[in-house]
């Protein structure tokens, strides 16, 4: 199970709305959105501590969101980033329910050194994460394959990625997860009598 997150937050009871959500940006607050559980839940988190914690969430992150004294067991969904301005304008969170299976996404990390890049090979991720179905006190962090024995032009399928059998992977089982390719033969130089071709000047047609 992924190690257990924590925020604040506070029930946002009035300025709703854009200009309402700007406003609250602007005092340095988050207006957000608790999901899963019959009506949504509008809420405000601090922007400084979201954006200290960012990092360290995913979709398989439970999160306890403490709402005015009561705690709600959550992973963020999804969020609003303006990147030119380094802010978070918006956040939804998806609520569990313990003992109720849940679907999420879960990132795929690779671990080793493949054979084949010792020898030239180069390692290609094609999936970087994939999606996963069980009870939130058995979700993972992330889900990792060890790489080190993959020669060149082989590679690892979502079907070889080993999970506790209390997790069932809804990707597709023969979807590549990564492969190492080998690098092209570089064009071959080309050959004294081509280059002394290539340096002759042509003849000029006789007029």
Do not use: W
Not at 11 to 39: C, H, M, N, W
Not at 110 to 126: M, R, S
Not at 131 to 143: A, D, Y
């Amino acid at each position: 199970m992924s190690e257990e997150k924590s925020l604040q937050a506070r029930l946002r009871t009035e300025d709703f709305g854009s200009a309402g959500s700007r406003r609250l940006v602007r005092a340095g607050f988050i207006p957000a959105v608790i999901y899963g559980k019959q009506e949504p839940i509008h809420v405000v988190i601090n922007a400084k501590e979201f954006m200290m914690k960012k990092h360290t969430f995913s979709e398989s992150t439970l999160i306890s969101l403490n709402v005015d004294g009561t705690d709600h067991k959550v992973f963020v969904k999804t969020y609003q980033e303006d990147l030119l301005k380094g802010i978070v304008k918006h956040v939804d969170f998806y609520e569990v329910t313990f003992g109720v299976l849940v679907k999420t996404h879960v990132r795929v990390e690779l671990t080793g050194t493949p054979n084949g890049c010792k020898v030239g090979g180069v390692l290609d991720q094609v999936i970087h994460e994939v999606e996963i179905e069980c009870f939130p006190r058995h979700l993972p962090e992330s889900i990792t394959a060890d790489v080190t024995s993959l020669e060149i032009n082989e590679g690892i399928r979502v079907s070889d990625l080993k999970v506790p059998a209390e997790i069932k992977i809804l990707t597709d089982a023969n979807a590549t997860v990564a492969t190492v390719k080998g690098v092209k033969e570089e064009a071959a130089p080309a050959t004294d009598d081509a280059a002394a071709t290539a340096a002759t000047p042509a003849t000029p047609e006789a007029k």
